[in-house]
């Protein structure tokens, strides 16, 4: 199995409640493994570089966008924070404090 994530797939129903759309994606066991190593490996980046903080897939995106969290917008604390909450916190890759 690959550690790359796949493009969402949008299912369409309806039924005699109305139309459901439901979006899919496929997280890998191998690729939640990669960003743990990142994590891990995060400690050896010197504080003032350019850092990776979070590799959050599109359908956790478009979750936090229901919410009301533009992860294009928002500060990272509040990305990283929204993550922690919500029990998402494998695809946060630093341990460092911002």
Known sequence: MSD???D?????RQDT???WRTTQQE???SYLSQLAEERNDNGMTKSGEMMKMASIPVVVVEEMAKQGLDV????IKDIIKWLKNNEMG???TSDKRI
């Open 72 to 75: 294009y917008k928002a500060p």
């Open 8 to 12: 969402t797939t949008t299912n369409i």
């Open 4 to 6: 790359k994530l796949i």
């Open 27 to 29: 997280i890998p066991d």
């Open 17 to 19: 409640d109305g139309l």
């Open 90 to 92: 494998h695809f946060i």
